[in-house]
């Protein structure tokens, strides 16, 4: 065990379960993850209880902004970085700086202790293998807007989740060509808005319409479609895009004036621990995004899959800050409207 975390650990040795040492935690990442690891840090800290919040990793940041003046969460694990960048800006989180910081990438890195990150998470092209065969699934995004797909796409709601905000921006940056204007990009929204069956309210939802084939096709995250695989029966299989992918970089952060700052910074030291990204991986099919991991220790899938990740050549910083006003256009002017303009 690293030294911060043994202090830390010694700091609360002498306290008993309350409602002072209930750990709050906004979170999207899924019931399943969150009881493992609610699990694995309780019985670090026996002392201590954790309640999850699970949302879409906007809902979150939305949720922290109301809060702002009265906090109620404690640690906010689980958006893309371009999130976690927002929050520190404007003053939601506190900085801390974990142990296992130097072990990240600069990208990894928020600016002022703000945010690290935990996982790397490509996003995918899932389909339904019972009615899709592996060679008539889409290679790439613009496969996915083949007439042979009308009807067939199922959304995630894009304005409250991260991962759908990601890959609509990612598209928009890569239909520009570099330029950051978004005309094609929102054309090329305006064509997949067309093939689109429905916007799902969530993901439990998304996993089980597709299992139904209420739709053959979606856009996700690879770690959720691969926990699917491993924990459902649900026919369903996914495709790395062949052109290159947004790969999300995952982060976790304290929240400014939250009730339990030491219990918080006790979760980012736990979050980002080499035991922890390693049972994550195993487990949960996550990516590290530690680079001090034994790359021959990493399970078998991982090692699979590292060399067919082909991340987007995106403008990180152009992205973050065009992405709220794309999103608006694309809810205002784009959604539901495709089949209308063909």
């Known amino acids: 065990m690293r030294i911060a975390t043994l202090l830390l650990v010694i700091a609360f040795a002498a306290c008993g379960p309350s409602a002072e040492n209930t750990l709050v935690v906004y979170t999207p990442h899924g019931r399943d993850l969150l009881n493992h690891f609610g699990e694995r840090f309780e019985e670090l800290y026996p002392e201590s209880r954790v309640q999850w919040l699970d949302m879409g990793s906007q809902e979150v940041l939305d949720r922290l902004r109301s809060e702002r003046a009265n906090p109620q969460a404690d640690v906010w694990w689980g958006a893309p970085s371009d999130m976690f960048i927002q929050g520190a800006e404007e003053g939601l989180l506190e900085p801390y700086r974990p142990a296992w910081a130097d072990a990240l990438p600069p990208e990894g890195r928020g600016e002022g202790d703000h945010w690290f990150a935990t996982y790397l998470t490509p996003e995918v092209i899932a389909y339904n293998s019972a009615a899709v065969t592996e060679e008539e699934a889409p290679r790439d995004w613009d496969e996915v807007l083949d007439e042979r797909w009308y009807d067939e796409v199922l959304i995630r709601e894009p304005l409250a989740s991260g991962t759908m905000r990601t890959i609509f921006s990612a598209i ?71 052109g290159g992918t947004p790969v999300v970089v995952d982060g976790v952060a304290v929240v400014r004036g939250g009730p339990n700052p030491e219990l918080a910074r006790a979760f980012v030291e736990f979050a980002g621990s080499e035991e922890a990204l390693m049972d994550a991986a195993e487990h949960f099919f996550r990516i590290p995004a530690r680079t001090d991991l034994d790359l021959e220790s990493l399970p078998a899938w991982l090692q699979e899959a590292l060399p067919q990740i082909r991340p987007m050549d995106l403008d990180h910083e152009l992205v973050r800050d065009r992405t709220p006003e794309w999103m608006s256009y694309w809810d205002a002017n784009i959604r539901r409207r495709g089949r209308a303009a063909q």
């Open 172 to 242: 928009i940056y890569r239909e520009s060509e570099g330029t950051g204007d978004p005309t094609a990009g929102y054309e090329w929204l305006l064509r997949l808005d067309a093939q689109t069956k429905e916007y799902v309210l969530n993901p439990t939802l998304l996993y089980q319409k597709l299992a139904r084939q209420e739709g053959l096709v979606t856009l996700w995250a690879m770690p959720d479609i691969q926990l699917l695989q491993a924990t459902t029966d649900y026919p369903i299989d996914y495709v790395i895009p062949e």
